[in-house]
């Protein structure tokens, strides 16, 4: 093993023998002093002025924002853009294998405003609310980036003032993805997500379905039959919800999810929304089946009955 070379010189920049060491004379045995070392000069510190740290442009703090993104962050932002917010345990149950790795990523990215957090204030004895997670606003840049548009264009829009609207009552219960109702429900239907949305007191659980005006209008009303045998095995009428494109694809989809819509034993909600109006699924989009006015909020369609 290799020794160590001892260190010559101590921080005070002096050897780590005393200056004066009282050593016996070899001539006449009395103690002779040894003229000490001459301490190495030490360079005089000189505060170097840092040059101040330049951030960029918003245009560079985004492309750098951009390029740290992995694919699931990216799946988090879009995630959290459609459906408003999610709580910790929520976003941890769907993209994370630990509450802890969740919670350090999620710090993260609300430290980049790739997501804005907040705790909803509880009642008295109620303890604490979890963190809840919004769209940041250089998370909804990097959506808009994405698809090559401007941020005020985003669907559904982006609006800075969502956390406090949801701080005053409203919430995504809860939220399973696609990949999580096909396990679950795939023998019997195939949604795009089902979710549990709280507001003033209230829930309602829903099914949701993203149309890209891709396929026949038949075969989007012939899902109504596949939640309809749903609906009678597990005897719960969980509203059905077509998000649609263009006011065009909704005025031509209504009438076909209208003579879909043949109930037998249950009887459940089916309602639209057209993107291009440019309301959240939270707010009064929603127009169901056998009505022509007035939209409502998602909260809402669990009074009414299509």
């Known amino acids: 093993m290799r020794s160590r070379r001892p260190r010559l010189l101590t921080d005070a920049g002096r050897s780590p023998i005393n200056e004066h060491t009282n050593t016996p004379s070899k001539r006449d045995g009395r103690p002779r002093t040894r003229a000490s070392v001459p301490p190495t000069p030490r360079r005089p510190h000189q505060a170097h002025a840092q040059a101040p740290r330049r951030l960029g442009t918003v245009g560079d703090q985004l492309l750098r924002l951009a390029s740290r993104l992995t694919d699931r962050d990216r799946e988090i932002l879009r995630l959290v853009h459609h459906h408003r917010c999610f709580t910790t345990h929520q976003l941890t149950g769907i993209f994370f294998d630990s509450h802890d790795r969740a919670e350090h990523r999620l710090r993260q990215l609300a430290q980049e405003r790739a997501l804005d957090r907040f705790r909803p204030r509880l009642g008295l004895g109620e303890g604490t609310a979890p963190y809840h997670y919004v769209l940041g606003p250089a998370g909804a840049a990097v959506l808009a980036a994405e698809q090559g548009i401007e941020l005020r264009r985003l669907d559904p829009p982006y609006r800075r003032d969502q956390p406090l609207q949801i701080a005053q009552g409203a919430a995504l219960m809860a939220w399973w993805p696609e990949r999580k109702c096909h396990d679950h429900w795939g023998h019997v239907v195939r949604p795009d997500g089902y979710g549990r949305w709280r507001e003033d007191g209230r829930e309602i659980d829903f099914f949701i379905e993203y149309d890209r005006a891709t396929e026949p209008l038949d075969r989007l009303a012939g899902k109504l039959y596949d939640y309809h ?65 007035p939209r409502r909020r998602l909260i809402e369609l669990g009074d009414a009955i299509g």
């Open 229 to 293: 045998e749903l609906a009678i095995v597990s005897k719960i009428a969980t509203p059905v919800l077509f998000w649609l494109p263009t006011p065009a694809r909704e005025a031509a989809a209504r009438p076909a999810l209208q003579a879909g819509a043949r109930w037998h034993e249950v009887r459940f909600m089916v309602a639209t929304a057209c993107a291009a109006l440019g309301r959240g699924p939270a707010e009064n989009a929603w127009l169901p089946l056998g009505q022509t006015h």
